[in-house]
């Protein structure tokens, strides 16, 4: 079993910024990509940036420039820092792992609100 545990969400107002963490714990050996989701009420759940073990990341066209993606392999840990922040930004925002072994099912982190204001 895996625990994601994430931290870093709040309020802030427009063009302000945040840096969200997850760190995981549990059998987590070989992860291979570690992203962020979100989603905001009535809408689905989206890929915001991924990051692949080898450090090449991946990020939606709505956050390219402002957000960036970061992992350390060592200690099992993704970070979002989220720059310019826009209203449109506001959502729940999930950790998520996937592992390098096919079979292994993926892991959801709880969730962290992240809330702009204009």
């Known amino acids: 079993q895996v625990q994601l545990a994430e931290s870093g969400g709040g309020s802030v107002q427009a063009g302000g910024f945040l840096r969200l963490s997850c760190a995981a714990s549990g059998y987590n050996y070989g992860i291979n990509v570690m992203g962020w989701y979100r989603q905001a009420p009535g809408k689905q759940r989206e890929l915001v940036a991924s990051i692949a073990r080898g450090g090449s990341a991946s990020y939606a066209d709505s956050v390219k420039g402002r957000f960036t993606i970061s992992r350390d392999n060592a200690r099992n840990t993704v970070s979002l820092q989220m720059n310019s922040l826009k209203p449109e930004d506001t959502a729940v925002y999930y950790c998520?792992?996937?592992?390098?072994?096919?079979?292994?099912?993926?892991?959801w982190g709880q969730g962290t609100q992240v809330t702009v204001s204009s």
């Open positions: 998520n792992i996937k592992f390098e072994a096919a079979w292994r099912p993926e892991f």
